[in-house]
């Protein structure tokens, strides 16, 4: 079985500091690994997403995040952050039917809520 | 083109009664997974259709049951409603063809058994 590790469960930062949000994850077998956004009374929408490939990953809005696998780490980075990214952020992972997964169920963490001040 | 769209938008039901959700999936997409986000969680997996047919199940009892459509547009039934069922219902879509790892979500349905 997989799972992810959220490892602040909240992250306050000023407008236009840079930023991590930082996820670890758990798995015998590769995973895809991916950074959804919630704004407040809404569904997720996908930031990122890492399949293969570049270990450093460019999503919407100016996030990035790199992937590690000797750290099975996966963290999500901006260098100057909005008061618009105000929002829960999630990671998650899910396993290719070909690595022993199916379906490609995703399995998330429980979330960092990033607060941006002015 | 339109996302991934559910119904309702918020739903209050007491506790033994049946609730249905519904979902569109996205054009051009087959696939429908079902998620429940508690309060403070992050989403769970409850089960995925395609072609009609549950392929995939969560850590979830059968009060939880589903339906796929022709047109690929799912329901989510819950019975027996219990108060810890409340939470966000979260519909995501997929394409059973290229791009089947990436998961699109709706806006969900906020449900609240008293």
């Known amino acids: 079985a997989q799972s992810v590790t959220q490892l602040d469960s909240q992250v306050p930062v000023f407008e236009e500091a840079p930023v991590e949000l930082r996820c670890n994850y758990s798995s015998s077998v590769s995973v895809y690994l991916f950074w959804y956004v919630q704004y407040p009374n809404q569904g997720l929408q996908l930031l990122l997403k890492?399949?293969?490939?570049?270990?450093l990953v460019k999503g919407i809005n100016g996030f990035e995040a790199e992937f590690n696998k000797s750290q099975t780490s996966f963290h999500l980075r901006k260098p100057s952050v909005h008061i618009s990214d105000t929002a829960e952020y999630f990671c998650?992972?899910?396993?290719?039917?070909?690595?022993?997964?199916?379906?490609?169920?995703?399995?998330f963490g429980k979330g960092t809520l990033l607060t941006v001040n002015p | 083109d339109a996302g991934v769209t559910q119904s309702p938008t918020h739903l209050i039901k007491t506790r033994g009664q049946q609730v249905t959700l519904r979902c569109s999936p996205k054009s051009g997409h087959d696939t429908v997974s079902w998620y429940q986000q508690a309060l403070g969680q992050g989403p769970q997996f409850i089960f995925q259709?395609?072609?009609?047919?549950?392929?995939q199940r969560g850590n979830f009892p059968d009060r939880f049951s589903g339906h796929q459509f022709p047109n690929y547009s799912s329901e989510l039934n819950v019975n027996a409603l219990l108060l810890g069922d409340s939470a966000l219902y979260l519909c995501?879509?997929?394409?059973?063809?290229?791009?089947?790892?990436?998961?699109?979500f709706g806006p969900g349905t906020r449900l609240l058994v008293l």
């Open positions: 998650a992972v899910s396993v290719p039917p070909g690595r022993g997964g199916s379906n490609y169920k995703l399995t």
């Open positions: 995501a879509s997929s394409s059973g063809l290229a791009g089947q790892e990436t998961q699109y």
């Open positions: 259709y395609y072609e009609e047919e549950e392929r």
């Open positions: 890492y399949l293969s490939g570049s270990t």
